[in-house]
């Protein structure tokens, strides 16, 4: 029985789990790169408007 549950566990972390955690990882990634790029179009738009 104890075999049958660890693979059971191995079953549902390899297919369950880290799925999940990679789409997760992949979102966050997304949502920091597309933070980063209104970040600098920001500071610039800010620093060429304060220069006029």
Known sequence: MAVLGALLG???LFNFLL???AGL???VL???V???LV???VTVMSKS???E
């Open 39 to 41: 970040f600098v179009v």
């Open 30 to 32: 997304i949502v920091g």
């Open 49 to 51: 408007s304060r220069s």
């Open 25 to 27: 990882f992949k979102l």
């Open 19 to 21: 799925p999940l955690l």
């Open 34 to 36: 597309i933070a980063l």
């Open 10 to 12: 191995l079953f549902v």
